[in-house]
């Protein structure tokens, strides 16, 4: 294991050297921490179940959650699953770009990496340092976020080196990744109907304009659809002190506490604010939230206050429902 695995990588002409090493890694059945547009993934070679079981033990998920297959090119794809007509279409619009497509799994792809499902998780991320990294390697890679399970997703890969410094290879540092929220998860692999499993950079609204009236859209419920994407069953991106939401005009009750804030609006008194991050807009406000997180509760402060947006189209979907699962429910 490397003494210091963080790598910095030019985010757009990444050195193919640098990406040399880590094919090299992987090869072995290492694994490497990369950038893609949305958080930093954990890689591992997605065929190879030795190594797909290195993911699970560096970040203590539990075994029954399944990761995302990262491929280069949608013409990687059926070589792994069953690619329907809606799929194709879906790859064509979205791809490269934040939307995960849930299809039924060829048996090449190891039941470790979909942990026993019949069905495989498949997204082309559009960084150029990931799209180098999985053409260079040659087959897939599974990568979850790059946290320690529980833990908000890393955005900078100074927040991998946190969670997981001395269980990972290498670090591929680009700086902080553009969207901050993890990718639209949509189960395509039941004819007939779409449901969005995890909301994120692809909207619903997006979704729709796509596949117009061909097949149904549904939402899964938060909680009841759960069973069909595991990950949404665990207390997710949670930071270490308690996190308050402020929703319409009711402000939570703070008291005598020290606060920290983050969120668009500007809040309505700072008694006891000791620090603030504000976003312009809710793109921006996305694209912060996790590394907020992470500074904020290391900021000696009883709680946190974030904002919640008012409306629950494009982003702001993915932000409330990062945001409850962070306030715990
Ligand atoms: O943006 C992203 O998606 C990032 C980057 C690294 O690509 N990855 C990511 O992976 O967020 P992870 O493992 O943190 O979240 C994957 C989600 C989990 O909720 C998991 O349960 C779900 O996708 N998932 C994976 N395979 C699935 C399957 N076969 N059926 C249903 N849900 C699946
Ligand atoms: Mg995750």
Redesign the pocket.
């Known amino acids: 294991m490397n003494f210091f695995p963080l790598s910095p990588v030019d985010p757009l002409n990444p050195d193919p050297r640098l990406i040399a090493r880590a094919t090299e890694a992987l090869r072995r059945g290492a694994l490497v921490a990369f950038p893609?547009e949305?958080?930093?993934?954990?890689g591992a070679n997605a065929l190879d179940a030795r190594a797909v079981r290195r993911i699970f033990e560096a970040k203590g998920?539990p075994q029954d959650?399944?990761?995302?297959v990262?491929v280069a090119s949608p013409d990687d794809v059926p070589r792994l699953a069953e690619v329907t007509d809606v799929a194709q279409m879906l790859m064509r619009a979205f791809w490269p770009g934040?939307l995960?497509l849930?299809l039924v799994?060829k048996p090449v792809v190891p039941l470790e990496t979909?942990?026993g499902?019949p069905?495989?998780?498949v997204?082309m991320?559009s960084h150029a340092v990931a799209h180098a990294l999985i053409a260079a390697c040659g087959f897939p890679l599974a990568?979850?976020?790059?946290?320690r399970s529980g833990r908000p997703?890393p955005t900078e890969a100074e927040a991998v080196w946190d969670d997981l410094g001395d269980r990972v290879e290498m670090i591929l540092d680009a700086g902080p990744t553009a969207?901050g929220?993890?990718?639209t998860?949509l189960?395509a692999?039941v004819p007939g109907v779409l449901t969005l499993?995890?909301a994120?950079?692809a909207t619903a609204e997006a979704i729709r304009d796509v596949i117009g009236n061909r097949v149904e859209l549904q939402m899964a419920a938060h909680g009841g659809e759960a069973h069909?994407?595991?990950?949404?069953r665990y207390r997710h991106y949670a930071p270490n002190v308690p996190l308050l939401l402020w929703e319409g005009e009711r402000f939570p009750a703070i008291g005598e506490k020290r606060w920290a804030y983050v969120g668009v609006r500007r809040p309505v008194f700072s008694d006891g604010l000791v620090r603030e991050r504000r976003a312009k807009s809710f793109e921006e406000y996305a694209a912060m939230l996790f590394s907020a997180l992470r500074e904020l509760e290391s900021s000696g402060v009883d709680c946190i206050v974030a904002d919640w947006p008012q409306e629950e189209s494009g982003i702001a979907r993915a932000l409330c429902d990062r945001l409850r699962r962070a306030a715990g429910g």
């Not at 990568?143 to 946290?147: D, E, L, Y």
Request: proline letters at 11%.
């Open positions: 893609t949305t958080v930093y993934g954990l998920r959650n399944p990761v995302i990262h934040p995960t849930v799994s979909r942990a499902l069905t495989v998780a997204r991320p990568a979850p976020s790059a946290n997703s969207i929220l993890e990718s998860v189960d692999s499993l995890r994120g950079g069909r994407s595991p990950g949404t």
